[in-house]
């Protein structure tokens, strides 16, 4: 007898005790009014920020492209991240740092708020990854 398979586990999945997964996340946030802050080495800071606190929530970075006024992220996590708590922690990581490395930021912001309140999120599939590395890693060649 035939048994017709409804899904396929990806390639690249992980274990955990109990359970098996794949979850990959595209993420982009923006500086208030779009304000191009991330230039020189102001850019290498906040890389440097974002990759220490994504080790500490546990989220390996798949591609990553620091632009003047919004961050590209494509991460793999574990199901037991709650994503908006962490992208809380990431903004408000890296906005602690910088200003405190770089005061001179808060000058160029109205209200000393580095990021807008908002940002995206899509969840990935196996069929779009490949996709989604190469927009993010060629952002800047445009």
């Not at 800071?45 to 632009?67: G, H, N, Q, R, W």
Request: proline residues 4%; hydrophobic residues 40%.
């Amino acid at each position: 007898m035939n048994k017709k398979q409804y899904y396929t586990i990806p390639k690249d999945v992980t274990h955990g005790r109990g359970y098996v997964y794949s979850l990959q996340y595209h993420i982009v946030w923006v500086t208030k009014y779009r304000k191009p802050i991330f230039i020189g080495e102001i850019e290498a800071d906040v890389k440097e920020y974002l990759f220490k606190t994504l080790k500490s929530l546990d989220m390996k970075v798949i591609a990553m492209e620091i632009m003047p006024d919004h961050i590209h992220l494509l991460v793999d996590c574990k199901p037991q991240l709650r994503l908006s708590d962490a992208i809380k922690i990431l903004k408000g990581n890296i906005a602690r740092w910088l200003f405190l490395k770089h005061p001179e930021i808060k000058k160029q912001l109205w209200g000393g708020h580095l990021w807008n309140p908002s940002y995206f999120v899509a969840t990935v599939s196996d069929r779009t990854i490949e996709q989604i590395e190469k927009y993010i890693n060629n952002q800047k060649n445009k």
